[in-house]
């Protein structure tokens, strides 16, 4: 059952991060401020997840577990309340880095409940559910979210936000088992293996990549109704069809073997930076509007856990938790950079429909230094998901 209710818990905390994204421009009129100042929300939100994330773990990895997620559900909580009862840019953006710290802690925590409630032949899976919380967020409650905010107003949204956490709080107090906090790994390995040319290589794929990405996604809103002319229900719908992409990305990336990552990675990221190329082609009419966001949301999620996977099968068994930790802070670096790129080319005077252009560049060098991680790289002797087991 915590399973489940893991998986309800990062359902809360993603929707809470997403559902932003669908509200901007009702946030930035009644706030009175720009779209590009209202992205600015989801920049400092990035960047508390991709500092707080390390620094939470350290500072709480002593205390016991179940504590420490009932915790992270109740700040979750009240900072979605404080999100809906804010009147001001100052108010909203306090909200919401609470919000972001929650994310954090519950990063930190959640896979580790999730491995020590299951058998070893379950603990991948185990995890795969608590992240499916992500996908599924992605799907449902961003374009649930902008509905009811287009209804009845933004704050209406993060009400619902703010009942999901409560339910995922409940759910931490009724079915949580104890579990104690496992001590940390030896620094030294650890962190030596952050120094391999091959490890930098792929953190920086996924700077890279997810840069770009975030740039264009996260002015998704804007773009469709002011480029394509799209009412804010179809906006709903173009979101669902991202979503159902990113789940096809999903299933497509469980596809490919360990062993034939980094032969498929340059051609997945590849596809990415073809489809922001396109976009002042495929925005101006609804159906190739819709079809990109979806294609969009597939090859992100495609290249996501592709990265992930081949980083923690290049490195010890000891030091794979650190290694996966660093790539998070590296991919919320890059929401918080894609983001300010995706607003400095609306605030200099580019159209909406260009901010995927230029994010596509930071995604051709993503895509250059993959070619050159799958021309180095030989096929890893260890099974990533034996690594989680061991």
Known sequence: MIIYVLLVCSFAVATAEFVLVGL??????????????????????????????????????????????AATMALATVSAVASAMSTSYAMLLSARLGSALAQALFMAVASQIAMAAVPPEGQTAAVARVFGGFA??????????????????????????????????????????????????GIRDSVGALTRPAILAGLGVTLLTLTGFVAAFTYVAPMLRTVTGLSPGWVSVGLVGYGLGTIVGNLLAGRV????????????????????????????TTAPALAGLALLGAAAFLVVPLVQTWLMGQVDAGATGLI?????????????LGA??????????????????????????????????????????????ALLRR
């Open 257 to 284: 073997r360990p062993d034939a990552i980094t032969r498929r990675l340059p051609y997945a990221i590849g596809a990415l930076a073809l489809i922001l190329l396109a976009q002042p082609l495929l925005l101006p």
């Open 136 to 185: 599924l967020a992605t799907v449902l409650g961003l374009p649930l979210g902008s509905l009811i905010g287009a209804a009845y107003g933004w704050p209406v949204t993060f009400v619902v936000v703010a009942g999901l956490a409560a339910v995922g709080l409940l759910g931490v107090v009724v079915f949580c088992p104890r579990i104690v906090a496992v001590p940390p790994a």
């Open 340 to 385: 300010a790129l995706g607003g400095t080319v609306l605030a200099i005077g580019f159209g909406p429909a260009w901010i995927g252009p230029v994010a596509a560049v930071s995604v051709l060098g993503a895509t250059i230094i993959a070619t050159g991680i799958a021309r180095a790289s030989s096929p890893s002797k260890r099974s990533p998901g």
């Open 324 to 336: 996966a930790a660093v790539n998070i802070s590296v991919a919320g670096a890059a929401g918080a």
């Open 24 to 69: 901007l421009p009702q946030v930035a009129v009644d706030l009175g401020v720009s779209v590009p100042a209202a992205g600015q929300l989801i920049t400092a939100y990035m960047i508390v997840v991709t500092v707080g994330g390390p620094v939470a773990a350290l500072l709480t990895r002593r205390l016991p577990r179940r504590e420490l997620l």
